[in-house]
């Protein structure tokens, strides 16, 4: 059982950046990031997995502009967000599979435990 905990969200400029953070996951878990703006199904924006190596994947809209990390000893996954823009605007939630489901997904339906989201804008 997990239990997450987001932060880091916030009101920003075009072009600023953002890191979010999601407490109380564990090197065991695969974790995904998820956002979901106003009148859009909820989408994976990026992943790492609990495999050997970490793997991560990336919606084509963020790569070059996200990155997702883990640090082990301090049990958080980060995402940073650089060069922003207004369309990512949204509720940005991190999620966790269940224990040994190594592989990253996109469908949040393969996800087991949530956090309880935290509000990005992107706003002149």
């Known amino acids: 059982q997990l239990q997450l905990v987001e932060s880091g969200g916030g009101l920003v400029q075009p072009g600023g950046s953002l890191r979010l953070s999601c407490v109380g996951s564990?090197?065991?878990?695969?974790i995904g990031w998820f956002r979901q703006a106003p009148g859009k199904e909820r989408e994976e924006v990026s992943c790492?997995?609990?495999?050997?190596?970490?793997?991560?994947n990336y919606a084509d809209s963020v790569k070059g502009r996200f990155t997702i990390s883990r640090d082990n000893a301090k049990n958080t996954v980060y995402l940073q967000m650089n060069s922003l823009k207004p369309e990512d605007t949204a509720i940005y939630y991190c999620a966790a599979r269940q224990f040994l489901l190594r592989r990253c997904v996109s469908d949040p339906k393969e996800y087991a435990y949530w956090g309880q989201g935290t509000q990005v804008t992107v706003s002149s």
């Open positions: 790492i997995s609990s495999s050997n190596g970490g793997s991560t």
């Open positions: 564990g090197s065991r878990y695969t």
